[in-house]
C-alpha cells in the first residue's frame, strides 16, 4: 500500500532555515501536502504542491518535488519560533477510492536560540 | 467561518463506557473522515464515508462505529471504551475528487480511557 515516510526531529536554530524531507511510494500521487500541527491543536494545510510542478514558492517557504525519487520537501527560511511544530508529509492519490490522504508520522521542527 | 467543529474537546471514560464524539462541517464537503492521532504512530484512519449515506472501514476500524447523519454530520461512537482507545481524535473533511483536494481537520478530542 500508499507509504510516506518523514524523520521524527529537525533541530535548528533560529534565523536559519529549515529543510524537512518526506519520501512516498505511490507514483500516482496528483497532489503533495504540508500540513502543520502546533501544540494542542489540529492540523493546518500549510501548502501543496501538484505532481506536475517541480517547485512552489509561497513567502517564507519553498516546496520542492522530485518525482522520479518521490522526494518531497519544505524549506522554511528564516525560522522562528513560531514555526515550532509538528509538520506533516502527505499525499493524495488518483488510483484508490475515497480515503482521504495518506500522511506520514510527522517531524518535529524544534528551534533553538 | 466555522470549518470542521467537533465536540467534546476532552472527555474521560471508564473502561467499558460508551460514548459518541459528534463532528459536523459547514463547507459543503462530500467526503468526511476520523483519525486517531497516538505518539510516534502519526495519523491513522479509522472510518471515512465518501458521501451522505455510505462509510467505509479506514486502516484501525476496530472498536469503532460511525454515522454520516447527512452531508454535515459524520459521528464516531465507541460501544465499549478500552484504554487502548485512549488517543486524540481528529474528525476531516474534503470535497474528493475535486480540482484541488485539500484535507480540513477540527481542533480534536482528546479521549482518556481509565
Known amino acids: 500500500g500508499e507509504d510516506v515516510e518523514q524523520s521524527l526531529f529537525l533541530s535548528v536554530r533560529e534565523g536559519d532555515s529549515s529543510v524537512i524531507n518526506c519520501t512516498y511510494t505511490?507514483?500516482?500521487?496528483?497532489?503533495l501536502y504540508w500540513y502543520k500541527q502546533e501544540p494542542g491543536a489540529g492540523l493546518q494545510l500549510l501548502t501543496y504542491i501538484f505532481s506536475n510542478m517541480d517547485m512552489k514558492q509561497d513567502q517564507r517557504l519553498t516546496v520542492l518535488l522530485n518525482k522520479k525519487d518521490k522526494h518531497l520537501s519544505l524549506r522554511i527560511a528564516d525560522t522562528q519560533t513560531g514555526d515550532s511544530a509538528i509538520y506533516f508529509c502527505?499525499?493524495?492519490?488518483?488510483?484508490?477510492?475515497?480515503?482521504?490522504?495518506?500522511f506520514g508520522k510527522g517531524t518535529h521542527l524544534i528551534i533553538q536560540p | 467561518n466555522a470549518g470542521v467543529t467537533q465536540t467534546p474537546k476532552f472527555q474521560v471514560l471508564k473502561t467499558g463506557q460508551s460514548m459518541t464524539l459528534q463532528c459536523a462541517q459547514d463547507m459543503n464537503h462530500n467526503s468526511m473522515y476520523w483519525y486517531r492521532q497516538d505518539p510516534g504512530m502519526g495519523l491513522r484512519l479509522i472510518y471515512y464515508s465518501a458521501s451522505e449515506g455510505t462509510t467505509d472501514k479506514g486502516e484501525v476500524p476496530n472498536g469503532y462505529n460511525v454515522s454520516r447523519l447527512n452531508k454535515r454530520e459524520f459521528s464516531l461512537r465507541l460501544e465499549s471504551a478500552a484504554p487502548s482507545q485512549t488517543s486524540v481524535y481528529f474528525c476531516a473533511s474534503m470535497n474528493r475528487r475535486a480540482f484541488n483536494e485539500k484535507l480540513f481537520f477540527g481542533s480534536g478530542t482528546q479521549l482518556s480511557v481509565l
Open positions: 502527505a499525499e493524495s492519490y488518483s488510483g484508490g477510492g475515497a480515503d482521504g490522504l495518506t
Open positions: 505511490d507514483s500516482s500521487s496528483t497532489y
